[in-house]
Structure formats: C-alpha cells, structure tokens
C-alpha cells in the first residue's frame, strides 16, 4: 500500500503564521500544504529560520495559524474546544521540543510521566511502569532517579524523548530529536523512532539537519524562508 | 496525581526559598491575628466554667424603653425579672442579678472590687467550682442574711491562702460570713465577680416593683431552660410577654429586648446599643455579627491575598516552561488551575500551621502578663479547624487568579518564555 492512499492523519491547507512583535513582523510560513498519512514517516529540513519548528507547533496543534485551516483526522481543529484540544495531545500526539524543555523541579521518572497524569484511569504504579519502559527505550534506566540538571545535553534529549513516546502516540512529532547525540546515539534514537513507526504504526514528522537521517525517513518536506520548496520521496511503501 | 502536585509543590517551595520565606511571613502573621481574633469568639461563645449549661441559658439584658421622645437604654428593674420574667413557662430556673463596685479595704488597702448580688437559684444555673462550701441559701436570701460567696482571688486577699469559711469579710462597714469559695473566672465572662452577695442586700425599698431601671439600679436575669428544646418557645413567649408589661413610671410606655443566647447577647452589646428600632433584642444580631467578622475577616487578608498574588504571579511566570509543556502534553486548563492552587494552599496551610504556633506564643504572653485576668485562651481543635477553613480560603483567594490567568497563555508563548529561566 502506498502512502499516498492511506487517510490523512493531519493536513494543513494555505497555512500562513505571521508573527508580530512591536514593530517587527516575521513571515514564519507563507501558503502551506501539507499532508501527513496515517503511518508516515516525514522527515522536515531546512536552514535555521526557515520555519520547520513553526510549522511542527502548528502540526501538534501547540499553536495555530494566521490563515489557512488545520485538519486532524479530517476535521478542521477549529471547531475543537480548549479541553478537547487537550485531550487530543494527550492521546494521540506526543512532542519531542527542540530545546527539550523538562521540568527541572522533578526527576527523570517525574518528568516521563508527566503525560500520563492527565490521562484517565491510570494508576500510580501503571504510569511508574511505562515511565520505566520508556526510559528503558532511551537507554537511560539507570538515570531515573536523577534531576534533569544533573544529566548531559544528550541524555536530556533522551529524556524528552521518552515522555513523547511514553503515551503511546499516533503522531510524533521530534524537533531535532538527535541534535546534541553522537552518531550512535542518534542511530540509536533513529532505531526507536524506526521501531515506533513499523511496529505500533506511528506516525512521525521529524525536523532534522542530517541529510543521511533524512534519507532513512519515507519522505522530506524542505523547507525554505517560510515555504515548501521540495518533497523528497524516499520510499514509496510504508513497511509493515 | 494529588501525589505529584504535593511532590512538585514541596520542591518548588524549597527551591525558592525565599520566596517562599517571604509568603510564609505574610500567611503566618496575618492568620496569627485572624486566629488570636477567633480564639477570643470562640472563648464566648463557648465559654469556659461556670457555663457548662449554656445551650439551655437565656439571658435578659440591654432592655429598651420608650415613651413619646424618650428613650432609654438600660438593664431593667428587679421587678421586670421579678413579675414578668419569672413568670414564663418551661422555665427551670431563674437567676436575677445586679453588679456593682464597691471600695473595700483588706490588709488596709484600697481595692476596688467587682461585686455581684444575686439569688440562690444562681449557684444552681451556674456550675462554678467550690473550693470550699458552697452557695447562699434562699433562706440566706429571704432572711437578708450578711453572708457571701468569695472568689479564690478575693480570699487570697482578705485571707492569705488559708481556709476563708465561715470568717468574717469586713465590706462598707458590715461584716458577711464567708460560706463559699468559688475558683476565679475570666475577667470576659457574663459572670465574673469578686464577691457575691443575696440579693436582698442592696434592696433600696422601690426595688421590688421597678420595671424600667429607677434608684433600685438595674438588673440582668440569667434563664435556665427545661430543655433546649424550649429555648426557641420562651423567646417568644418572652415578646408576647413584654407587649403585656405595664410601666408604671412615666414617660415609657413600652420596653422591647430579648431574651437571648450567650452569643447573641455578646453580638447585641457590640452591635446594638444605640439603635432605637423596635426590634432591639429580636432583630438577628448574631447572624449580623457572624457577617461583620467574617467580611472583616475577608477584608483583613485581601491585601496579604493581593499581594500574595503578586508574588504568585511571578513564581508561576518563572515556571511558564512547566506550564507549556504541561499543555502541550495535555493538561487541562482546569488540571492547571488546579494544580497551582494546590501548590498555593500548601503554601498556606503551612502558614496556617505556623500562624497556630504564632497565636499560642502570643496566648502565652497574653497569659503571663495577664492581659485578662483570670483567662487563659487556648487554640482548641474548634479554633484549628477555623484555621484550617481560613487558610484554605486565603490560598483559594491568592491562587485561583494568578493560576487563570497563566493557564491561559498561549503554549507556545509559554514555552519561549520559559527558555531563558
Ligand atoms: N515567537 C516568535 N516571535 C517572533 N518571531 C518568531 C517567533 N518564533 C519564530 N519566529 C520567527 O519565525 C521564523 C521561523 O522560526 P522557526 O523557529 O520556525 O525556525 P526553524 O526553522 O525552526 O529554525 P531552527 O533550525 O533554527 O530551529 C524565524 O525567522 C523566527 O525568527
Ligand atoms: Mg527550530
């Protein structure tokens, strides 16, 4: 089966993303049209400033655009409620952010599990569990009692992986999940985002600089000063 | 989850410690004074010894009398308690009693004492503690006998710290056989006196049949219900009663009042003294006093609140990361709101816990340098509780607007906030 014929999980149609400062305003994205199948591996490149993290915040529904409308499943996003945008992140997306952001205030474990709180019927144990799993995943069991100061760029990387994949989500989304690891730990995280996509049926869209990971990925949207300006099929089958 | 909020507020109070420092002062000194104020309501309301049967006393105080332009405010004559009062049905027992100061001189000084006439029924209403003997008799009342019930700090006095039964108590040049000593009460209490005396001891002859206060002086009465069951029944017999009292002394026509509950006749001596409508002694002071003190009560923390809103404010921008990523993962604004009103109330309650401490230190002092004399406030579990209530307000009122208000912040706005702390 193609891609191509599988139901889009998220589409974006005439996306633009304005922003305004004082005085200052930033063309973040200019008409965009993206489709993302359920099941896709997408890989998104482009030099720094070219929009890709503006256009994953607005694929994970974090931000929303200027113009242009979202659809998650078919349904334009608009029409969701604040809590029902809520709950959609919780179960179905699951974010890797570009400069981590983990809660310096609780531990490793804390900070995995920290999308599981808010999803109902879960108890303390279970969620302690799949934390660990999680961890385990990274490669990082023996640093789950740590605060996230007291661990490496790379290894908080890791971290930050774990809690987006912690929740078993339909849609990943990575923000250079592999920018401060070396190659065999980014192979590493590239195995589990492999694994993640094959396996369970995720589906990714991964920003990243390293043409190889790219290459690895079914397909890359390049982007370029705020527009699409390529799409590079590298696989036409999603494997099983 | 309660878990993991209480986890992440403990951490964030000792990371910040000053900030957490500076709050705490804040909370701890303002329900200090909230507490040390509450403390002293619940003394009266549930006031110690003599009042062990208080659910079932009325009293009869403050009356109002009026006639064409004339107005007084007073206790009421002997012969009000006398005819009238005495006079209601399911009443157990009633005690009327005047109050006085008199000049006595025990080891030659001058001292000026607190003194109370009453009848024997009093030692029945009220429980008091008898160190030795006990109470006049009605007989002693009846036969105007000069004897006297003392207080253990009267006896010190006259006595030293030996027996005082059946000695002689030289007052106003008459001398009254001691047949009681009663243990000190609060100087705050309905009852407090140095010496007791029957009633009849003060009879001026007009006394017996004055209605509205005259030379006889005035008097309170202290009601004794059968049952509480009947509290209600006699304050209603005791309007229609009042609407049949006849005064024969010009220019008053009418007296109106109450008979009322301990509490209620604290509320109405704070609140309605000066007031000459028609309902004085009916009109709901209790409920009235209850809303002045807690609106007072509200008023007193807003601006620790407000303030402490401020600092929230802050704190909680420092954390905008946190709250980001919390959103992007799926927390509810409501799961926000209600974690840092959690976190808030912690906040709080330790405040609270310290503000306990801080009132039952300054109950100390107040005990040692004695403040009121023979009082000892206490925080009791009722007054726990209250603080327990007042603290959970206070971070209610400082935590929910702060917390609204940043969980409305766009996620991503929050997480570029968050990247420089
Ligand atoms: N909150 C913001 N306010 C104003 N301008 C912004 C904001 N966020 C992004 N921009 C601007 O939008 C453009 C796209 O930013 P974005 O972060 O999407 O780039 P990027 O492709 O992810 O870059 P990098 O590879 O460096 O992460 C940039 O010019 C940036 O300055
Ligand atoms: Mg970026």
């Known amino acids: 089966m193609t891609s191509i014929q599988q139901p889009n999980i998220i589409?974006?149609?005439?996306?633009?993303?304005?922003?305004?400062?004082?005085?200052?305003?930033?063309?973040?994205?200019?008409?965009?049209?993206?489709?993302?199948?359920?099941?896709?591996?997408?890989?998104?490149?482009?030099?720094?400033?070219?929009?890709?993290?503006?256009?994953?915040?607005?694929?994970?529904?974090?931000?929303?655009?200027?113009?242009?409308?979202?659809?998650?499943?078919?349904?334009?996003?608009?029409?969701?409620?604040?809590?029902?945008?809520?709950?959609?992140?919780?179960?179905?997306?699951?974010?890797?952010?570009?400069?981590?952001?983990?809660?310096?205030?609780?531990?490793?474990?804390d900070n995995v599990e920290l999308p599981l709180l808010y999803r109902k019927g879960l108890t303390g144990s279970e969620r302690r569990r799949m934390a660990l799993e999680a961890l385990e995943m990274v490669g990082l069991t023996s640093?789950?009692?740590?605060?996230?100061?007291?661990?490496?760029g790379g290894q908080?990387?890791?971290?930050?992986?774990?809690?987006?994949?912690?929740?078993?989500?339909?849609?990943?989304?990575?923000?250079?999940?592999?920018?401060?690891?070396?190659?065999?730990?980014?192979?590493?995280?590239?195995?589990?985002?492999?694994?993640?996509?094959?396996?369970?049926?995720?589906?990714?869209?991964?920003?990243?600089?390293?043409e190889r990971l790219a290459a690895a990925t079914d397909r890359t949207i390049r982007v370029f000063d705020g527009n699409i300006v390529g799409n590079t099929v590298w696989k036409n089958t999603v494997l099983a | 989850m309660l878990r993991n909020y209480l986890l992440i507020a403990w951490k964030v109070l000792l990371r910040r410690k000053f900030f957490t420092f500076i709050s705490l002062v804040g909370i701890s000194l303002t329900l200090a004074t909230l507490l040390v104020v509450t403390a002293f309501v619940d003394n009266i309301a549930h006031p110690p010894l003599p009042f062990l049967k208080t659910d079932r006393m009325l009293f009869v105080q403050t009356m109002m009398a009026k006639g064409g332009d004339n107005v007084i405010f007073s206790n009421a004559g002997f012969g009000f308690h006398d005819k009238y009062v005495r006079q209601l049905p399911d009443i157990e027992a009633i005690a009327v009693i005047g109050s006085g100061i008199i000049d006595a001189y025990p080891s030659g000084q001058k001292v000026r004492?607190?003194?109370?006439?009453?009848?024997?029924?009093?030692?029945?209403?009220?429980?008091?503690?008898?160190?030795?003997?006990?109470?006049?008799?009605?007989?002693?009342?009846?036969?105007?006998?000069?004897?006297?019930?003392?207080?253990?700090?009267?006896?010190?006095?006259f006595f030293g710290n030996t027996s005082a039964l059946g000695k002689m108590l030289p007052i106003d040049?008459?001398?009254?056989?001691?047949?009681?000593?009663?243990?000190?009460?609060?100087?705050?209490?309905?009852?407090?006196?140095?010496?007791?005396?029957?009633?009849?001891?003060?009879?001026?002859?007009?006394?017996?049949?004055?209605?509205?206060?005259?030379?006889?002086?005035?008097?309170?009465?202290?009601?004794?219900?059968?049952?509480?069951?009947?509290?209600?029944?006699?304050?209603?017999?005791?309007?229609?009663?009042l609407s049949r009292v006849q005064i024969p002394t010009p220019p008053f026509t009418k007296m109106y009042g109450g008979a009322t509950s301990i509490l209620e006749s604290h509320a109405m001596e704070l609140l309605s003294m000066s007031d000459e409508d028609e309902d004085f002694g009916t009109r709901n002071s209790l409920a009235l006093m209850i809303g002045v003190l807690v609106?007072?009560?509200?008023?007193?923390?807003?601006?620790?609140?407000?303030?402490?809103?401020?600092?929230?404010?802050?704190?909680?921008?420092?954390?905008?990361?946190?709250?980001?990523?919390?959103?992007?993962?799926?927390?509810?604004?409501?799961?926000?709101?209600?974690?840092?009103?959690?976190?808030?109330?912690?906040?709080?309650?330790?405040?609270?816990?310290?503000?306990?401490?801080?009132?039952?230190?300054?109950?100390?002092?107040?005990?040692?340098?004695?403040?009121?004399p023979h009082t000892t406030f206490h925080i009791n579990y009722r007054v726990?509780?209250?603080?327990?209530?007042?603290?959970?307000?206070?971070?209610?009122?400082?935590?929910?607007?702060?917390?609204?208000?940043?969980?409305?912040?766009?996620i991503v706005s929050s997480l570029k906030g968050g990247i420089n702390v």
């Open chain 2, 384 to 410: 726990v509780v209250y603080a327990i209530i007042m603290s959970l307000v206070f971070g209610l009122l400082s935590g929910v607007l702060p917390a609204w208000k940043m969980s409305r912040l766009p």
């Open chain 2, 173 to 241: 040049g008459k001398s009254f056989r001691v047949v009681g000593v009663v243990k000190n009460v609060s100087a705050t209490s309905f009852v407090y006196s140095a010496i007791w005396f029957p009633i009849t001891i003060d009879f001026v002859p007009e006394a017996r049949s004055e209605i509205v206060q005259g030379v006889g002086g005035g008097y309170r009465s202290i009601i004794l219900a059968k049952s509480v069951n009947d509290i209600p029944r006699i304050k209603n017999n005791f309007q229609t009663m």
């Open chain 1, 11 to 109: 589409a974006l149609s005439g996306v633009e993303k304005m922003y305004r400062t004082d005085k200052l305003e930033t063309q973040a994205l200019s008409n965009i049209n993206v489709n993302i199948a359920a099941g896709e591996f997408v890989s998104i490149m482009g030099p720094s400033g070219s929009g890709k993290s503006t256009l994953l915040n607005i694929l994970g529904l974090l931000d929303v655009p200027t113009h242009g409308s979202v659809a998650l499943h078919g349904k334009n996003v608009e029409s969701f409620k604040d809590n029902e945008l809520a709950h959609i992140r919780n179960k179905e997306i699951g974010f890797v952010f570009q400069s981590f952001h983990l809660v310096n205030d609780v531990r490793v474990v």
């Open chain 2, 295 to 372: 609106a007072g009560a509200l008023a007193f923390m807003l601006l620790p609140a407000i303030n402490l809103v401020n600092l929230n404010v802050s704190r909680i921008l420092e954390r905008a990361s946190e709250i980001g990523v919390r959103k992007a993962f799926g927390a509810s604004r409501r799961a926000l709101v209600g974690q840092f009103v959690v976190e808030n109330c912690i906040l709080t309650v330790i405040g609270g816990a310290i503000g306990i401490l801080l009132a039952e230190l300054f109950f100390l002092w107040f005990a040692w340098i004695d403040f009121v």
């Open chain 2, 113 to 157: 004492m607190n003194v109370s006439y009453t009848e024997a029924s009093f030692w029945h209403i009220m429980d008091f503690e008898f160190i030795e003997g006990g109470g006049f008799t009605e007989e002693d009342v009846v036969n105007v006998r000069n004897v006297a019930v003392i207080s253990e700090e009267t006896r010190t006095r």
């Open chain 1, 143 to 152: 640093r789950t009692k740590h605060f996230p100061s007291q661990l490496s």
């Open chain 1, 156 to 210: 908080q990387q890791r971290v930050a992986i774990a809690r987006a994949i912690v929740g078993k989500p339909r849609l990943l989304l990575a923000d250079e999940p592999t920018g401060n690891l070396d190659s065999k730990m980014g192979d590493e995280i590239m195995h589990i985002l492999h694994t993640l996509n094959a396996e369970h049926g995720a589906t990714i869209a991964m920003v990243t600089h390293d």
